[in-house]
């Protein structure tokens, strides 16, 4: 079965890097685009960033832009996010997801369109 596990969450002051990874396992994981999604508490989760399938094309949520590079090693079937410059904005857990391109009606920033998930990271950045 198919599973995504995050890993790297943790406490740093604002200013500082975190690298997150995420592990998967029963996939054929250079055949997913993924993504990595965030939520705050009260908060909805929202999109961070993406990568396609062979890593050529990222895309990133605004305000992540120049602080967060997405990357993905597919021989280790393995994606990572790394943090720089953190904020306390920042501040959620972090889930991985993978997407199937089977609802390609779906835009690529909307959860609905990613078929896995991860149990999540938890971010927490001090002011």
């Known amino acids: 079965q198919v599973q995504l596990a995050e890993s790297g969450g943790g406490l740093v002051q604002a200013g500082g890097s975190l690298r997150l990874s995420c592990a998967a396992s029963?996939?054929?994981?250079?055949?997913?685009?993924m993504g990595w999604f965030r939520q705050a508490p009260g908060k909805e989760r929202e999109f961070v960033a993406r990568i396609s399938r062979s890593g050529g094309s990222t895309y990133y949520k605004d305000s992540v832009k120049g602080r967060f590079t997405i990357s993905r090693d597919n021989a280790e079937n393995t994606m990572y996010l790394q943090m720089n410059s953190l904020k306390p904005e920042d501040t959620a857990v972090y889930y991985c997801?993978?997407?199937?391109?089977?609802?390609?009606?779906?835009?690529?920033?909307?959860?609905?369109?990613?078929?896995?998930w991860g149990s999540g990271t938890q971010v927490t950045v001090s002011s």
């Open positions: 029963g996939m054929p994981f250079s055949s997913y685009a």
């Open positions: 997801a993978a997407d199937s391109a089977l609802r390609t009606t779906v835009v690529l920033t909307s959860t609905r369109r990613y078929d896995y």
